[in-house]
């Protein structure tokens, strides 16, 4: 079987297709300029239109479909985004291929594979890289990651303080390697469907 796995947020998407040889990936950002002059309904348009681009062709094929589920973060405005966003991709999904998405957390994903439920981005994409030999990573990103995750657990880290950093080094490792932390989420969801 053949698994979809799409990480979609506001302005951005991750998408893995997952098949028994062999793992692809990609993923779609909204530039600067299209993120001010799109409208909201452009925007869900232009993201529905690229991942249907790239995973209609698995449709015929025994798939399944899996989408990070939603959830309320502290932006209300871009929950109801991603919602409609959902809505627009289940409609047309639905509409072609008479199938059901599985929605999944990505904390669910994360413990069916025995990753911290509550790792940060960096730790997921670090997980990923390893598992698939997607590209290389300097092992000084590798200790600070794990310096500054020990330090959060041992609460001489502030939450915020670690969110910050590791954002920081997620970036690095999305420049350094392509796996940007949409697509580390997307693969997580393939591999953590049950």
Not at 111 to 126: G, Y
Request: hydrophobic share 40%; proline share 1%; with cysteine.
């Amino acid at each position: 079987m053949i698994k979809l796995g799409l990480d979609m947020a506001t302005n951005s998407c991750g998408l893995c297709i997952m098949t028994p040889k062999k793992v692809r990936y990609g993923s779609f950002i909204l530039s600067l300029r299209e993120r001010k002059e799109l409208s909201k309904s452009e925007k869900i348009e232009r993201m529905t239109n690229w991942i249907f681009e790239n995973i209609g062709k698995y449709f015929k094929q025994d798939h399944r479909l899996v989408v990070e589920d939603v959830f309320l973060g502290k932006n209300a405005d871009a929950f109801k985004h991603v919602c409609r966003l959902q809505g627009a991709l289940e409609h047309t999904y639905f509409r072609l291929t008479g199938k059901q998405i599985k929605y999944l957390m990505a904390v669910s994903a994360r413990k069916n594979l025995d990753l911290r439920t509550r790792a940060s981005k960096a730790e997921v994409q670090l997980f990923v890289i390893d598992k698939y030999n997607l590209g290389e990573v300097d092992n000084s990103i590798r200790e600070y990651v794990n310096e500054q995750l020990q330090e959060y657990q041992n609460k001489n880290l502030s939450a915020t303080t670690f969110k910050k950093r590791m954002n920081k080094v997620s970036t690095q490792i999305g420049k350094l390697t392509g796996i940007n932390e949409h697509i580390a989420d997307a693969i997580v969801l393939c591999l953590g469907a049950e």
